[in-house]
């Protein structure tokens, strides 16, 4: 096939689309940041830092420099960490054109500014009209999609006609891909999801069961999905892949980052120590300060995030922040609270 892709970050996520791609016959491109990283995974066709037991296509480019390399690509994949996108973004502004199509896949928000990442992407890339950025998101562990078992996603899009040549490019008879056009809600479904899993870790790693992890899951929904309408996004989304499908797997699996740091912090490391020992980033720390101070100043009710938010950054004992979840003033299951009714 002519058409290029460029996929942009060499973790386990950038490596494993990259593979499914290549494996489809299409021109891929895989930057990755670190030159030794490059070189050895063009040595050895296999990314054993990040994706171990998946071997490369022998056709899968790999680069280093985006002056270089990245010119000529039809279809950009962002798949770096959240807080390396407005600087990746720049880096490639002036090497694509009007036609490119963005498909982020980062699940969080900038830091500081808390800003949604497609927002980034349009401020940085203003010669890319807005309905060719798109967001792939939903229940996707690079490890399974590396060893080809089935797996569904979304991909959120302004424009049918984008949103259908994205799932094009991705569909396979292991990766299926559906459109949405919600790009909010699949943003804030795929950032959010990251704080609860990061409770559900803590409930593990304090050696609570089954009851208290589906308790966590399902009121987790219930606050994301308030935060998430609160800022425009459509309720029905938080339902589906993007939303449900990705809390369950990122809140049940070994393979999520985000859970197994929070197994850590409920075994009493600081967070100094998980990140030492994750050697990877975890997105759901830096989502739980952003979505903590959204949800205050939108006015909205987040219970778990608030005692994830006190426990990550004001120190608060994992044991003492259940206590306060458990001890909340009485309310109906599906009463939409916020800040000033009453509520704690």
């Known amino acids: 096939m002519n058409y290029r892709i460029a996929v942009l970050g060499a973790g ?50 790999v680069c280093h420099d985006l002056s270089k390399d990245l010119a000529g690509h039809h279809m ?19 090497y694509i054109d009007s036609e490119t199509i963005i498909v982020n896949t980062a699940k969080g ?22 309905q060719n950025i798109t967001v792939l998101s939903g229940p996707s562990h690079a490890e399974e999609v ?32 559906y459109l949405n056009y919600d790009i909010i809600g699949v943003e804030l479904a795929g950032a ?3 704080v609860i899993a990061l409770g559900t870790g803590v409930s593990d790693g304090l050696g609570y069961g089954d009851n208290t992890k589906a308790a966590l899951i399902t009121r987790g929904l219930a606050e994301i999905t308030r935060l998430g309408t609160a800022l425009g996004a459509e309720e029905q989304t938080f339902s589906g892949l993007a939303g449900l499908g990705d809390l369950v797997v990122t809140c049940t699996s070994m393979h999520s980052r985000n859970r197994r740091a929070g197994i850590q912090i409920g075994q009493g490391q600081s ?61 109906h299951e599906r009463e939409r609270e916020m800040l000033g009714d009453g509520q704690n």
């Open 12 to 61: 386990s996520w950038g490596t494993a689309l990259a593979y499914l791609l290549a494996k489809k016959g299409y021109q891929v491109t895989l930057w990755a940041r670190n030159i030794n990283q490059c070189e050895a995974i063009k040595r050895t066709k296999e990314n054993r830092k990040y994706l171990p037991g998946v071997f490369l296509p022998p056709k899968l480019k």
């Open 76 to 94: 950009i994949v962002m798949a770096v960490p959240s807080h390396s996108v407005r600087e990746v973004a720049k880096e490639i502004s002036s």
């Open 109 to 130: 928000f900038e830091p500081e500014s808390f800003i949604r990442l497609s927002n980034v992407l349009e401020e940085e890339l203003a010669q890319i009209p807005v």
């Open 146 to 177: 590396g060893r080809n078992l089935p797996t569904a996603v979304v991909v959120a899009t302004r424009d049918k006609k984008v949103g259908e040549t994205v799932q094009d490019a991705f569909m396979t008879t292991d990766f299926r891909v």
């Open 192 to 194: 959010l999801k990251n």
């Open 271 to 331: 967070i100094s120590q998980v990140l030492a020992n994750m050697g990877m980033v975890v997105e759901g720390i830096n989502t739980t300060r952003a979505a903590y101070h959204l949800a205050r100043k939108n006015n909205v009710v987040m219970p778990i995030t608030e005692q994830m938010y006190q426990v990550l950054f004001e120190g608060k004992d994992p044991q003492e922040a259940v206590v306060s979840l458990m001890s909340r003033s009485k309310t």
